[in-house]
């Protein structure tokens, strides 16, 4: 039997492709993750279900449990229904400045927890411009603060299916004597059903797994599993405990992300999407209004934050950002907090190429279909647990890193990789998830042609494939710098206290009030979302829409 | 003639956007047409002449940029689309792939409101009109292209719209089963003595299905006259070799 011949370049770019990131990912996601987990399962060495038992009784735990799904429930309602008018206005109608406000709603997205967790403090404390309302320290500042994070993911998720559905079965509805209303549930909705779920169930994985903010806002009184878990192993030491709430927080994650990959599948014919926006008519003033109020509330706490930011004993200035030189009051940082800021940038560049090189071989392999269904069936699980790191708690990756990589043959606990190598793992989904589409809708034949013309293998993928990703790399690495630069879960186990990074010392901060230090805590944070809205600019500029898009 | 539908002055104009510039341009400009009770108006003219756009003027589907549409001598020229009483058939049907044939047939029933059962009955009755026996429960997704049509016809006359307005609504389909759909759109008209314009590209279609014949070109109508008077005195040398008479 003849064979066809595969080309060679295939084979190396297939071993590279999957062997680097998976190789990866066991050393530094899996292992950690497994052994912690394993502490679950585990008591002296014996296997004992016992914890389960004992942990999943306690009223604290049940309490934390509940709260947790009951809060990522009620944040992602408000968010879809907020939402959904919101990618009406920015997705279907014509108005000047759409992409300005397309890209402002993205915003909150991207901020770092801990800032959007100040913000909010300040929003809402005695004498905040929203104090009156005496939300400081309830559980709705937190709802609020998950809800203005999380629009940016319906309104992206359910806008870009929606500029794709044809409005002509809408007007079909209208002329055969539908209202407005009507046409909206017995057409548009049961149209949008499948970017709703997806996009509910996104923002319910995000919302329960929130960390940084709900740590800033919750206190000890209110929290997530992820937040619990943070508590347990710094605070108490308690690992057991922490193994089973990371056990319980895995199987919600992987419910989720299997409802995800489902409501994805349904995909509709597109049509060209630049005939679609029209003129507004009287029937949209209620998306309208709504888009304006939301508007108005998302740039609330950002508003608050600067405004604080320059506030001084004596009026307004620049003295809490002179303060950033310094290391608080009662000597609160090992370090200036401008040090911090440099920390930060430095990890951040370098989890940005680790996760970049990562991502592209692993985005390049899964590019490619191969002949055999087993090949094909091991590339599925191979792009199903890239996407793992999405979910699974950060705090357990941190603590993972901690009890495993301190004895040979990976003695990493005192070396400075750790932290940007967490931070590349957070990263990581959001890496492939760009441009994995991208090399996807490369047609093949466009390689064949190039290796016809004489290109070798490797000039095949410098030339076709690296060509064609360059855009998209831009972009991701512009998503994974952002991410690195606010990631504050894992980061906030591994950073050594004489290397910390700008969310750490926030973080610090606003837990030692007093003095300066919360004044610098806003100016760190202003500073922080800063540099974070400055990268995202560019990356929109660019002009690769994915942000918030799943 | 006493005239049912009187359409005056219609003009439309699309927005290009192409980056940050945008131009307008004239879809349809000052078309009039006027329609008897009963009668089919066929409206004959090369693609992007502006015939969808007519429809879809009247129907209260595009904002007028001047012009006034008016039904029995009342003005509805502000009336919103779902209150015309209207109903508009698409080139490709635009059926509701969530619903079955007959919830889409129903669509317009449930509106006003009929009781279930009443609906049953009628949806049995149109799908027998076009020839659809038994089809209520399939997924119009399951269907053929001339199936779908069938359906989205049956839909359309549904709750007896008081003007029927078809957007080529054969021209998906292949040539024979275009005719015999031309023949039985004819006969289904005249049976349920619709008011209506049919809009096309077809001449041996214009022929079957109208009363009357308009001709339209560049956005505009030019010669409005009974089917066989366009076909042989065509007002313009231009629409002389549209037809193909020259």
């Known amino acids: ?550 | 003639m006493n005239m049912i539908l009187q359409a005056s002055g219609l003009t439309v104009s699309w927005i290009h956007e192409t980056g940050r510039q945008s131009r307008s341009e004239r879809a349809i400009d000052d078309v009039s047409v006027s329609l008897a009770e009963g009668e089919v108006l066929g409206i004959l003219g090369p693609s992007g002449s502006g015939k969808s756009t007519l429809l879809r003027a009247i129907a209260g589907l595009e904002t007028l940029d001047a012009g006034t549409v008016s039904w029995a001598g009342e003005d509805i020229t502000t009336v919103p689309v779902h209150k015309r009483g209207f109903a508009l058939m698409f080139q490709d049907g635009q059926l509701f792939a969530h619903r079955s044939v007959a919830a889409n047939v129903a669509y317009a029933l449930a509106i006003t409101r009929m009781p279930k059962a009443e609906q049953r009955v009628r949806v049995t009755e149109l799908l027998e009109l076009v020839g659809l026996e038994g089809y209520q429960d399939r997924r119009v997704t399951e269907l053929s292209g001339g199936e779908q049509q069938r359906v989205a016809l049956a839909r359309a006359i549904a709750a007896r719209p008081r003007l029927l307005l078809l957007d080529e609504p054969l021209s998906s389909l292949d040539r024979e089963l275009r005719e015999r759909l031309g023949r039985d759109l004819r006969s289904i008209l005249v049976e349920t003595h619709t008011t209506a314009i049919f809009v096309t590209h077809d001449q041996s279609e214009a022929e079957v299905v109208s009363d009357r014949l308009g001709i339209m070109m560049s956005g505009r109508l030019v010669q409005v006259g009974p089917v066989a008077e366009v076909f042989e005195h065509p007002a313009s040398p231009a629409v002389a070799r549209f037809l193909g008479r020259e």
Not at chain 1, 4 to 28: D, K
């Open chain 1, 1 to 550: 039997m003849i064979r066809a011949r595969r080309s060679p370049g295939t084979v190396i770019a297939m071993v590279l492709g999957i062997g680097v990131p998976a190789a990866f990912l066991a050393v530094f996601f899996l292992w950690p993750v497994s052994a912690m987990i394993g502490r679950g399962f585990f008591a002296d060495g014996v296997f004992d279900l016992g914890g389960f038992v004992e942990v999943l009784s306690r009223p604290r735990i049940l309490r934390i449990a509940a709260l947790t799904i009951g809060q990522a429930a009620v944040a992602s309602v408000i968010c879809v229904l907020l939402g959904v008018p919101i990618a009406h206005v920015l997705y279907r109608l014509r108005f000047r400045g759409k992409a300005v406000a397309r890209a402002l709603v993205i915003l909150p997205f991207v901020l770092p927890t801990v800032v959007v967790g100040v913000a909010f403090r300040t929003l809402f404390r005695d004498g905040g411009m929203l104090g009156w309302l005496g939300l400081d320290g309830t559980l709705g500042a937190i709802m609020a603060a998950l809800v203005f994070f999380n629009i940016a993911v319906v309104v992206r998720t359910v806008g870009t299916a929606w500029e794709g559905l044809d409005p002509r079965q809408e007007d079909a509805a209208r002329v055969l004597g539908a209202s407005p209303t009507r046409v909206f549930f017995s057409v548009t909705l049961p149209r949008l059903g499948p970017s709703l779920a997806a996009a509910a169930s996104i923002v319910f994985l995000f919302c329960s797994t929130a960390f940084g903010v709900v740590l800033v806002l919750g206190g000890t009184k209110f929290g997530t599993i992820e937040t619990e878990i943070y508590l347990l192993t710094t605070q108490f030491l308690d690992l057991r405990a922490a193994s089973v709430l990371s056990v319980m927080q895995l199987v919600i994650v992987v419910a989720l992300l299997l409802v995800v990959g489902r409501t994805r599948g349904g995909t509709q014919r597109r049509i060209s999407a630049t005939q679609v926006a029209r003129r507004a008519r009287r029937a949209d003033l209620p998306a309208i209004v709504v888009t304006a109020l939301v508007a108005a509330a998302l740039a609330l706490p950002i508003v608050a934050l600067v405004e604080r930011s320059l506030r001084t004993s004596t009026g307004y200035g620049l003295q809490n950002f002179a303060s950033l030189a310094g290391t608080g009051s009662r000597n609160a940082l090992a370090v200036p907090a401008w040090v911090a800021l440099g920390n930060s940038l430095t990890i951040a560049v370098q989890a940005t190429v680790i996760a970049l090189i990562i991502g592209l071989a692993a985005s390049l392999a899964l590019s490619r279909t191969p002949r055999t269904p087993t090949v094909r069936r091991a590339l599925a699980i191979f792009d199903g647990a890239l996407l793992l790191p999405l979910g699974v708690s950060a705090v357990t990756v941190g603590f993972g890193f901690l009890i495993t990589l301190n004895q040979p043959p990976f003695d990493l606990r005192s070396s400075p990789v750790l932290v940007p190598i967490a931070q590349a793992l957070v990263a990581l989904p959001l890496v492939v998830r760009t441009m994995l589409p991208v090399l996807k809708s490369i047609d093949p034949r466009l390689r064949e042609s190039a290796a016809v013309l004489g290109a070798s293998s490797w000039r095949v993928l410098a030339t076709v494939d690296l060509a064609i990703v360059a855009r998209p790399a831009v972009a991701a690495s512009g998503f994974a710098f952002a991410v690195a630069l606010g990631e504050f879960g894992a980061t906030s186990f591994l950073s050594r206290p004489d290397r910390p990074t700008l969310p750490v010392v926030i973080y610090r901060l606003i837990g030692l009030p007093g003095g300066d230090n919360f004044g610098m805590a806003i100016a760190a944070s202003v500073v922080l979302a800063a540099v974070t809205v400055a990268v995202i600019a560019l990356v929109e500029r660019a002009r690769v829409g994915t942000v918030g898009a799943f």
